[in-house]
């Protein structure tokens, strides 16, 4: 089961914050939502790894997304 924090968590020794999504077997998965820790994660609600931040120049800081100047 897939489950979503909603405190911070330490699950296997690394620290896990708000937010955060991973896998657990069922029974963990309904303690820790028991507990008020997590909620089930929905499907929809999952991030897609494709969604990526404005790439930036590296020596201006400024974002190479941005719409350049015209002559």
């Given at each position: 089961m897939q489950i979503e924090?909603?405190?911070?968590?330490?699950h296997a020794g690394k620290r896990l914050v708000v937010g955060d999504r991973f896998d657990?077997?069922?029974a963990s998965a309904r303690w820790l939502?028991?507990?008020?820790v997590a909620k089930t994660a929905t499907a929809s609600a999952?991030?897609?790894t494709d969604s990526k931040p404005a790439r930036r120049?590296?020596?201006s800081g400024v974002s190479t997304t941005?719409?350049?100047q015209g002559d």
């Amino acid at each position: 089961m897939q489950i979503e924090l909603l405190k911070p968590h330490t699950h296997a020794g690394k620290r896990l914050v708000v937010g955060d999504r991973f896998d657990l077997n069922d029974a963990s998965a309904r303690w820790l939502v028991a507990q008020g820790v997590a909620k089930t994660a929905t499907a929809s609600a999952t991030p897609t790894t494709d969604s990526k931040p404005a790439r930036r120049d590296a020596t201006s800081g400024v974002s190479t997304t941005a719409a350049t100047q015209g002559d």
